[in-house]
């Protein structure tokens, strides 16, 4: 982890970009379209977010924290994830 975040890069805000070509705005935005699998048959559901990260900020030291949960899709628009105890991200 050391290695790794030893020389930080700083993100540049772009107006545009290949991630910027396909958008679905929210009102069409349907979860049901994408091809989630559902990985293990004791799943309770399909993940879409098996690899995904999330970043949260502490709102009162503002420390930021990255960490990887798995992610299922609820409904057309919601997800839903397990931060377990003792994790970071877990603020209660
Ligand atoms: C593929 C993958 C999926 C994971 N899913 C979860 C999860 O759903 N819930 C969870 O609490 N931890 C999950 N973890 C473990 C956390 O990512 C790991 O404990 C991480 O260190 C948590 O960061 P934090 O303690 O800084 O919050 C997963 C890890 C991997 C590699």
Redo the contacts with the bound molecule.
């Keep these: 982890m050391k290695v790794a975040t030893k020389q930080l890069i700083r993100p540049i805000e772009v107006e545009t970009g290949p991630v910027m070509e396909s958008i679905i705005a929210e009102k069409d935005v349907n979860l049901f379209d994408y091809p989630v699998p559902q990985f293990y048959p004791q799943d309770g559901g399909r993940y879409i977010g ?2 995904a ?2 970043v ?1 900020r502490d709102p009162e030291t503002g420390w930021t ?7 299922q899709v609820l409904d057309e628009k919601s997800v839903g ?10 603020c209660t």
């Design positions: 098996t690899s990260y999330l949260t924290n990255l960490g990887t949960y798995r992610m994830m397990q931060i377990l105890k003792g994790k970071h991200a877990k």
